[in-house]
């Protein structure tokens, strides 16, 4: 089973950035998503990227702000997010799962999240 491990979120400002990180022990050839949970609210689909990177996937939240990427040479895969809001705050997991699913049941393996706070 593919281990992953989250990084780079914390405290930012309304209309300021973060980049997450998600990085990946062993080869996998899955594609990655990105979830997030809010306090109070079901885990939602965030943006999610083929085994290649050619293909994407975003919630319409996000679009226009947010990019997925991957390099799959260091096995990691990154959430660029741009113009961040309050209520992007969330706990943000990457997992490993099924060809641009966006429900978290198609997802095998998951992170253990990593916080973003915007304040306003």
């Known amino acids: 089973q593919v281990q992953l491990v989250e990084s780079g979120g914390g405290l930012v400002q309304a209309g300021g950035s973060l980049r997450l990180s998600c990085a990946a022990s062993?080869?996998?050839?899955?594609?990655m998503g990105w979830f997030r949970q809010a306090p109070g609210k079901e885990r939602e689909f965030v943006a999610a990227?083929?085994?290649?990177?050619?293909?994407?996937r975003y919630t319409d939240s996000v679009k226009g702000r947010f990019t997925i990427s991957r390099d799959s040479a260091k096995n990691t895969v990154y959430l660029q997010m741009n113009s961040l809001k309050p209520e992007d705050t969330a706990v943000y997991y990457c997992?490993?799962?099924?060809?641009?699913?966006?429900?978290?049941?198609?997802?095998?393996?998951w992170g253990q999240g990593t916080q973003v706070t915007v304040s306003s």
């Open positions: 062993g080869r996998s050839r899955y594609a």
């Open positions: 990227i083929t085994w290649s990177g050619g293909n994407t």
């Open positions: 997992a490993t799962g099924n060809y641009l699913a966006t429900n978290d049941n198609e997802y095998y393996s």
